[in-house]
């Protein structure tokens, strides 16, 4: 298995649910990532998984959270959204942190927050 | 600090012509650089990688890259173009203070014209 899956394809909620994004890879990867993606712009990175610990935080507000079960799985919980937070989230994994190697991308998450 | 510059964010090409895609990174050790192509409403995939070994990489689809030292340079080349081609490409630089995040440019839009 050498891709990286996201669920759902597309999600719309309203400014007070709460919602979570799931990503999954069986590549035996120790890193993971979450970025969003504004239309027409690169990737923005937000978080990075290393060995399902947090190493870095971009600095992205407390309304996403990311969480790491077990190092296949990486999750982005979300809550009280603002329509700003519309855009396409992308996970990647890549073998390990620690070092300049390629990262693997899912498909993203297309977010629409109302 | 690291960063990458692609030139020009829309280029148009007709079917069959010479693709030519810029990417210029600023790097006080040596660099490694990736290209990835992105197709409407889907995640990134890898088209090369420059890890410091041959400085012409051939990618997936035809691509190709030449790493260019004296011109810090990373162009992306392909010697046909497809209507397939047709994408957004990111050029990434893999941060070398440590954390190894990619520093990715801006994009450009390739456009294939029948």
Redesign the interface.
């Given at each position: 298995d050498t891709e990286?899956t996201?669920t759902p394809k597309h999600l719309v909620m309203g400014m007070t649910n709460k919602k979570s994004l799931k990503c999954e890879q069986h590549m035996g990867h120790r890193a993971m990532y979450w970025y969003k993606q504004k239309a027409?712009?690169?990737?923005e990175?937000m978080f990075?998984y290393s060995y399902e610990k947090l190493?870095?935080n971009e600095s992205v507000p407390s309304r996403f959270s990311p969480e790491c079960p077990n190092s296949s799985l990486l999750n982005l919980h979300l809550h009280a959204l603002q329509p700003e937070d519309s855009a396409?989230y992308?996970c990647?994994s890549s073998p390990r942190?620690?070092?300049?190697?390629?990262?693997?991308?899912?498909?993203?998450t297309?977010l629409t927050v109302l | 600090a690291q960063s990458v510059t692609q030139l020009g964010s829309h280029v148009s090409v007709s079917e069959g012509a010479l693709v030519l895609l810029r990417c210029n990174y600023s790097s006080s050790v040596p660099p490694?650089l990736?290209w990835?192509v992105q197709y409407p409403?889907?995640?990134?995939?890898?088209l090369l990688?420059y890890?410091s070994a041959a400085t012409l990489v051939k990618g997936i689809n035809g691509f190709e890259a030449e790493f260019k030292k004296s011109e810090t340079s990373f162009h992306l080349t392909k010697p046909s173009a497809h209507m397939s081609d047709a994408a957004e490409y990111?050029c990434a630089v893999?941060d070398?203070s440590g954390?190894?995040?990619?520093i990715?440019?801006?994009?450009t839009?390739l456009k294939v014209l029948a």
């Open positions: 990286v996201q027409k712009k690169p990737p990175l990075v190493s870095i396409l992308l990647a942190a620690g070092g300049p190697n390629e990262q693997f991308f899912g498909p993203g297309r | 490694y990736f990835y409403n889907q995640g990134l995939q890898l990688k890890t990111f893999s070398s954390t190894y995040k990619y990715f440019g801006t994009g839009r």
